[in-house]
């Protein structure tokens, strides 16, 4: 293996060593956590962009609509949105740090799991010099995310505002702000420049739609808010590209659309939840998407159902088989639509999925027997056993 960007290291300081493969050769770089990047599944889905934007997280501020909100100037984002960024140290350990950023006039802050690994409590230090403690509400390795929770804000922190990662572009203008070394409440800027991405959580769960960014991150960014240009956070800093621990211009944000429903979950019960249906897909090529007569040879096949899912039950029907070259046998539902959009592939899917909370429902759009039927899938909690691959 040569020295290319095959690592992914978690952004913060201190966090554990993962031996293996990466380290023998050469690629790990400091005390970072390594893991490889993924190319996205080849599955298709789509995001509800019939249905209004989702509650904001419990007691936070509510975004402006895209028709009231003006973009900031990049100084006055900055001073708008940096006092609530604050720098986290598990364990009152000056070695380890991460950032994270407040929600709510609750004092309940965001986080990425691994910059606490399994320390119940964190220092938390404010813009205004000001520490105290923060209790741990709950964490999710699976989403790289930790809920802290402090007694008391300082009079002049105000929560940021929560946007939607539904509707990013390629070329969207991006901020980054955290502690990269310690060096409190950084800015950089940059786009997003790309989307779609798969990255491996701290419990090896891989985390689709990913937001991959130029804005510089490195180690001590880990937790901190990804914004848009209106000042709200668009996703969560967590990991970069590096051959040597450094940045390199490839980092990436878990999407604030796939965080808040697990950050309510957390707030609420301490337990994580992941709204979930029981299935496996397959997106459609040409020549399979002709042979099941499907206009335009677009969606997602439904290759396997999960008995424990909800899908089945809803009456989702999986194709009796697949072929080793691929070739899908006529008889199961391919997904076309979810909740209004178009289908092209798994990760469309999993993105509508995720952004919604277990108790809901997803209106799927298939294709059966050459006509559209409509099903309403209520979404249940993912079991823990399940890894990517089944939304």
């Known amino acids: 293996m040569g020295r290319g ?28 956590t390594t893991t490889i990047v993924r190319e996205p599944v080849d599955l298709t889905v789509a995001d509800d962009v019939s249905a209004p934007p989702p509650a904001p997280l419990p ?28 720098k986290v140290n598990p364990a009152d350990d000056d070695r380890r740090l991460g950032s994270g950023f407040v929600i709510d006039d609750e004092g309940r802050i965001l ?22 403690t923060g209790r741990v509400l709950g964490t999710d390795e699976s989403t790289d995310l930790a809920v802290l929770d402090v007694d008391a804000l300082p009079p002049e922190t105000t929560p940021v505002q929560i ?11 991006v901020v980054a702000i955290g502690n990269p070394f310690g060096l409190e409440r950084t800015a950089t800027t940059g786009i997003v420049s790309a989307i779609e991405r798969v990255i491996t959580a701290p419990n090896s769960f891989r985390i689709q739609n990913v937001i991959q960014t130029d804005a510089a991150i ?40 796939t965080v808040v429903p697990v950050a309510e979950s957390l707030i609420e019960t301490g337990v994580a939840e992941h709204a979930w ?10 020549e399979n998407g002709r042979a099941l007569r499907v206009p335009g040879a677009r969606g997602v096949a439904i290759t396997d ?4 899912g909800s899908a089945q039950e809803a009456g989702l029907r999986a194709a ?33 999925i995720a952004s919604k909370r277990v108790g809901e429902t997803v209106r799927l759009g298939v294709h059966r027997d050459g006509a559209r039927v409509s099903v309403t899938v209520p979404l249940v909690d993912r079991p823990e056993d399940v890894g990517l691959g089944r939304p």
Do not use: K, Y
């Open 59 to 86: 007691g936070s501020p509510p975004a402006p609509t895209a028709d009231t909100a003006a973009p900031l100037t990049l100084p006055e984002l900055v001073a708008t949105t940096a006092p609530s960024v604050v």
């Open 277 to 286: 249906i029981g299935i496996t897909g397959r997106s459609l090529t040409s």
């Open 305 to 308: 159902l999960d008995e424990r």
């Open 218 to 257: 490195n180690r001590g960014n880990s937790g901190g808010p990804l914004l848009d240009l209106r000042g709200r956070v668009v996703g969560i800093n967590s990991q970069i590209a590096s051959s040597d621990g450094g940045n390199v211009g490839i980092g990436f944000a878990i999407p604030i659309d």
């Open 320 to 352: 009796p088989g697949v072929s080793d070259d691929g070739e899908i046998e006529p008889g199961g539902d391919v997904i076309v639509s979810a909740n209004g959009a178009p289908v092209e592939d798994m990760a469309d899917v999993t993105r509508v």
């Open 5 to 32: 960007l095959a690592a992914v290291g978690f952004a913060a300081i201190g966090a554990a060593i993962a031996v293996g493969a990466l380290a023998s050769a050469g690629l790990v770089g400091g005390d970072s």
């Open 111 to 132: 986080t990425n799991s691994h910059v606490l690994d399994d320390e119940d409590s964190a220092t938390v230090t404010f813009a205004d010099g000001s520490q105290t």
């Open 163 to 173: 946007g939607r990662s539904e509707g990013l572009e390629v070329g969207s203008g």
